[in-house]
C-alpha cells in the first residue's frame, strides 16, 4: 500500500486507475490503499494522495484541472486570502461534481495529457526552468503560465500586478517570459506586464505602488535613505512621503530599528510614514488621505512662525561653573516705572512681565 501511495507521490500526487495498474497495482491492493487513508479517490477511476478539501483533490473530483489563483495559492503567490476554487475541463467534460464556490470554464486545455509511465512527463508550455513542476502537475492542474494569466485576468488590478510581482520575484518567470505568457492575451490585458517593478518586495508594497500610481502620483521603490546609507525605503510618493510598510506581524527586535530610520529619512528632507498589513487591507483610503495631506502640505509656501501672547518664557541658561551642572541667567531687577514700560515694551510679543513693580504712592481719602 505504502508503495502504490509513493507511485502515486512520485507521478505529481494523482494518478488514473490505468496507470497504477500497469505498475503493477490490483485492485484488492487499491482498495486497501484507500482504507487506510495512504490514498483517496476523489472521483472514479482516479487516486490522490491529496486530502479532501485540499484543491487540489476538488480539482480532481470535479473532473478537471486546477488553474487561476488556486494554483498559484499553493505556489505561496501574493494575495489576501485563499482564493475560491477554478478548475479547467474539456469542452465535452460531463458527469461533473462542482462544489459551491468552484468555477469551472470549459476550454480545451482542460483535456488531462496522456503521462508516459516510462519516463518523466512531457514537458509543457510553462517556461523552460519549471517545465519539470509543471509536467509534475499536468494531471491535476494546467501549465503555470496558463494559471497566472487566468488569475490576472479574474483580479482587480492592484491584486493583479501583485501575483506578476510575485512572480517576478521568486524567480518562476523572468521579464520575456512574462511577455510571452500573456502575448495570446486580449490588447486590453497584454498593457498589465509594464506594470511590474522588478524592485518589489512584499505584497502590501506591490498592492500601495498601483494604489498611488493610479491616482496619478510618481511611486519610487527601494530608495535608499541617503547617499551611503544602504536602507532603503519601501515606497516614495513624489520624492516627498516615504512610506514604510510593516507586513502582517510587529517585530520588537526591530522597533528601535525603524524608528533610526524614520530620523534619518526626516533628516534627509523627506516625511516618513508607516503602515502595517491591516491597515493597507482594511484602511486604505485613510492612508490615501494622509498621504495627499502631506503633499498638499509640501506644496504650500512656507508660513512666517507667530510667537502668541502669553508664550511661556523661560530663563536662559549661561555657562556653568563649580560643581552644579547648570546655571539659569539671574533675572534683573526693575527700578523705575520708565524701565518697566522699557521691558514691558520689548517683551509684549512673548507676553507680560512678571515680577514685583513699584505701584506709585496714593494717600488716604478723608473719612
Not at 503493477?24 to 483517496?40: I, Q
Not at 476538488?58 to 485563499?82: D, K, P, Q, Y
Not at 509543457?124 to 519539470?132: I, K, M, Q, S
Not at 524567480?171 to 512574462?178: I, T
Amino acid at each position: 500500500m505504502q508503495q502504490i501511495a509513493t507511485h502515486v507521490r512520485q507521478a505529481g500526487g494523482v494518478l488514473h486507475k490505468r496507470d497504477l495498474v500497469a505498475l503493477g497495482a490490483t485492485d484488492r491492493m487499491l482498495t486497501a490503499a484507500v482504507r487506510s487513508a495512504h490514498l483517496h479517490r476523489p472521483r472514479r477511476g482516479w487516486y490522490t494522495t491529496f486530502p479532501p478539501g485540499d484543491a487540489r483533490h476538488e480539482a480532481v473530483r470535479i473532473g478537471g484541472r486546477l488553474t487561476g489563483a488556486a494554483l498559484l495559492a499553493l505556489l505561496g503567490a501574493w494575495m489576501w486570502s485563499v482564493p475560491p476554487v477554478t478548475v479547467v475541463v474539456a469542452p465535452t467534460a460531463s458527469r461533473l461534481r462542482p462544489r459551491r464556490g468552484a468555477s469551472v470554464l470549459w476550454r480545451a486545455d482542460g483535456l488531462v495529457p496522456p503521462r508516459p509511465l516510462d519516463g518523466p512527463a512531457s514537458p509543457l508550455d510553462g517556461d523552460d526552468e519549471h517545465a519539470g513542476e509543471d509536467a509534475m502537475r499536468s494531471a491535476w492542474a494546467v501549465p503555470l503560465r496558463t494559471a497566472l494569466v487566468d488569475a490576472v485576468v479574474a483580479a482587480p488590478l492592484d491584486e493583479a500586478v501583485a501575483l506578476l510581482d510575485w512572480a517576478l520575484a521568486t524567480g518562476h518567470f523572468s521579464m520575456p517570459g512574462l511577455h510571452a505568457a500573456f502575448a495570446a492575451a486580449p490588447s486590453d490585458v497584454r498593457g498589465i506586464v509594464e506594470w511590474v517593478d522588478p524592485r518589489c518586495e512584499s505584497f502590501i508594497e506591490s498592492v500601495v505602488r498601483v494604489t498611488f500610481a493610479r491616482l496619478g502620483h510618481h511611486v519610487d521603490s527601494q530608495v535608499r535613505v541617503g547617499p551611503g546609507d544602504r536602507r532603503r525605503i519601501d515606497l516614495v510618493v513624489d520624492g516627498v512621503v516615504a512610506l514604510e510598510l510593516d507586513g502582517r506581524s510587529w517585530h520588537g527586535d526591530t522597533f528601535d530599528a525603524d524608528r533610526m530610520k524614520d530620523l534619518a529619512i526626516t533628516i534627509r528632507g523627506r516625511t516618513a510614514l508607516r503602515a502595517s498589513y491591516e491597515m493597507v487591507r482594511d484602511h486604505r483610503p485613510l492612508l490615501v488621505a494622509a498621504v495627499r495631506t502631506v503633499l498638499d502640505e509640501a506644496r504650500r509656501p512656507r508660513r512666517r512662525v507667530l510667537v502668541f501672547r502669553g508664550q511661556v518664557h523661560h530663563p536662559g541658561v549661561r555657562r556653568a561653573r563649580g560643581r552644579r551642572p547648570w546655571h539659569l541667567v539671574r533675572p534683573t531687577r526693575v527700578t523705575s516705572s520708565r524701565a518697566v514700560s522699557t521691558a514691558v515694551g520689548k517683551t509684549s510679543t512673548i507676553g507680560e512681565v512678571r515680577g514685583p513693580v513699584e505701584r506709585p504712592f496714593r494717600a488716604p481719602e478723608a473719612p
